[in-house]
């Protein structure tokens, strides 16, 4: 039995003993979580809310308590620190230190890609939750191991990806799983901006975004994780037969480690989809392009798409409603998951999904390496 599909029916076990044994807070009560890492640039979103936190930063909620930070650089954590006006108690130099005196019910992850797999080991360990910043891991390996953590540590682990609160995103979800648009023949998903120099990204974040070894690339883990997180779940968890990939360096100066540029083509039994992740784009762009047998989905951004189905003469654009909670955000969906109002299943923040997502990014760097094509399942 090849290893993913014995990591799949892993997950899909202890899943239920999750919900099984419940969780000890009070319904009523905040979300006690602590923050690991500050270096990943995302966390500010987090603590102020925006596009990246819909519902508001955690900072403003009153259904999340921050409880603690563990962040070895101390110049990092005081620029935070002076920020948010935390004070010096707020700071803890491990994990393990953070737990035993702070007792969180949960843990956020803003470390390098590469951190991942400590901090949730670490956090399984101790029987602590986690949600980490997209994508998982640098590495299928990476991904397995962490998959194996949860299931010892009986934890769920999530991985958080802006447009998975997306209404556009969501509304093509549902005409597919309705058949308005026939079975999926092929799907396109752009995603990218001018690039992590460009966009003034902090140093701290820039220092790892570039670097191969704690992002597992560039563009192409950057932004290609989110074309293969939600082709993933539309596929409701079905892994590609095989991935091809051409990256480029178009900006060698400013990004002489990585790559700049990704095309991914993922070839399924009955699909194909190609996902486009750059750093050259002159401005931000997250679309997402389904076509079915009998009919299209476009997304337009977050909030809109373009429609046309069998019969219809032209498209036309819909507007889909709000997402509504739980559903609306990361931290409402983290925390209905991990109190079991919520079964995470494929959903595209599960581990389930996300394991198949670092297949899909490793086989593609692979095919990039290697200018073949790799198939699928992988030896990690």
Known sequence: MPQRVKNALAITFFLPLLAATGFAADRSSALRVGIIGLVHGHVAGFLNGGALVPAGGAIHRPDVEIVGVVEPDDQLFNSYAARYRWPTAMRFRSIEDLASRTHPDAALIFTSTAGHTEAVLKCASLGIHVMMEKPMAVSYKDALAIAEA????HIHVLVDYETSWYASNKAAYDLVKQNALGPITKTV????HSGPVKIHVGAEFLRWLTDPKENG???LYDFGCYGADLMTWLLDGEAPVSVSAITKRLQPALYPKVDDEADVLLNYQNAIAILQGSWNWPFSVKDMDVYGTTGYAKTIGSSQLRIRRESETEEHISTP???????????????????????????????????????ILDAARRAAETGKTVKLPLEP
């Open 189 to 192: 998903i752009r995603d990218g």
């Open 217 to 219: 690339a560039g563009a």
């Open 321 to 359: 409603a709000r997402l509504s909670a739980p559903y609306d955000d990361p931290l409402h969906y983290f925390e209905a998951v991990i109190r079991g109002d919520v079964d995470e299943g494929n959903s595209v923040s599960s581990l389930k999904v996300n394991v198949v997502v670092s297949e």
């Open 150 to 153: 949860a299931r010892r540590g």
